[in-house]
């Protein structure tokens, strides 16, 4: 630059510096380069957040609150949100068939991809419950920071934000007991969700510590129209005040439809109690664990932050509705 202007090299450093100072140019730390101001934007802007979740369609309005959560500590931290999935990760065409969750291999190889093409330029990873600990463990050291939401994880590399099952199945049991009904049958969605399979656990287990697994039933199976269908004519016969307990707002919502169309009387005879509680069960009246999503989504980005993994645990509150 002194060559082409014809003034000695100690004047262009000068005036570059004084430039800088002004607010005109930016130096770059590291390589001493001058770039126009607003360049200083783009270099220190940090890398987006890659959220791997289902596709959010149909069903998933529980992701569209952790969204939504995400997307407004994104704003608080001027991050950028990269929303990502791959068809594979979950299919549900239709909300009345169950959805079918990619295998722990079939997991492996979407995240290899993905982080082929798009892991050096993420700097973070907020996984869906869905994903399973036997495929996250393949990429503990690709996938950093990370955190799982909802569901419980216990690999060493990865923040958790999950929700209290056990406090929400004691808040389930006290008030279906609460309420006379003699009998709790759990029921089962869909199959290969691993937050499904983990309330189930903790079910049985408040069941054990409240004194009352003689009131808890075997699972009964709530997957197809037709399952659902069944379920209900049984409950019809049924002489003892009975109560489903499904983790799963749509299902919860379907069961509900079906035992009035069967001429149940519901919740006289037939209680139902949906565990996941979103804004959905809230304006279909239902009975429901709440559950915080949007919190658990800027928890989530919060997470991402911190120098270790941390676990954070939110406590669910009991909703009552006019289905029990």
């Not at 309005?61 to 990760?89: P, V």
């Not at 079910?203 to 009131?215: F, I, N, T």
Request: net charge neutral; hydrophobic share 40%; proline share 6%.
């Amino acid at each position: 630059m002194g060559q082409r202007l014809g003034v000695a090299n100690t004047t262009v450093y000068r005036l570059l510096q004084e430039r800088a100072g002004a607010g005109d140019l930016w130096q770059h730390p590291t390589s001493g380069r001058y770039y126009p101001a607003a360049a200083r934007l783009i270099f220190d802007r940090p890398k987006p957040v890659a959220c791997l979740t289902r596709c959010l369609e149909l069903a998933s309005e529980q992701y569209r609150e952790i969204l939504e959560g995400i997307n407004s500590q994104c704003g608080t931290l001027h991050r950028a949100m990269l929303l990502w999935y791959d068809d594979l990760l979950v299919k549900h065409p239709a909300t009345q068939d169950a959805p079918i969750f990619a295998n722990p291999r079939e997991q492996r190889l979407i995240l290899s991809g993905f982080l082929d093409r798009h892991g050096s330029s993420t700097g973070g990873f907020i996984l869906d419950h869905t994903w399973s600990d036997e495929a996250l463990r393949s990429f503990g050291e690709r996938l950093q920071p990370a955190v799982v939401l909802f569901r419980s994880c216990e690999l060493p590399n990865f923040a958790n934000v999950r929700a209290n099952f056990r406090v929400g199945s004691l808040m389930a049991l006290t008030h279906l007991l609460g309420r006379g009904y003699e009998r709790i049958v759990p029921v089962l969605p869909f199959e290969g969700d691993p937050a499904v399979d983990e309330f189930f656990v903790a079910l049985a287990a408040a069941a054990d510590e409240a004194g009352c697994r003689d009131r808890l039933e075997p699972l009964a199976r709530a997957t197809t129209p037709a399952e659902r269908a069944a379920l209900v004519a049984a409950l019809k016969n049924e002489p003892r005040r009975t109560a489903l307990i499904c983790p799963e707002d749509n299902v919860s919502l379907f069961l509900s439809s079906a035992v009035r169309a069967a001429g149940v009387k519901c919740p006289q005879r037939i209680g139902l109690l949906s565990a996941m509680g979103t804004d959905f069960a809230s304006r279909a009246g239902m009975t429901h664990l709440r559950h915080d999503f949007r919190a658990m989504g800027r928890l989530a980005l919060d997470a991402l932050a911190m120098d270790k993994p941390v676990r954070h645990t939110l406590e669910p509150q009991l909703s009552p509705g006019n289905t029990t």
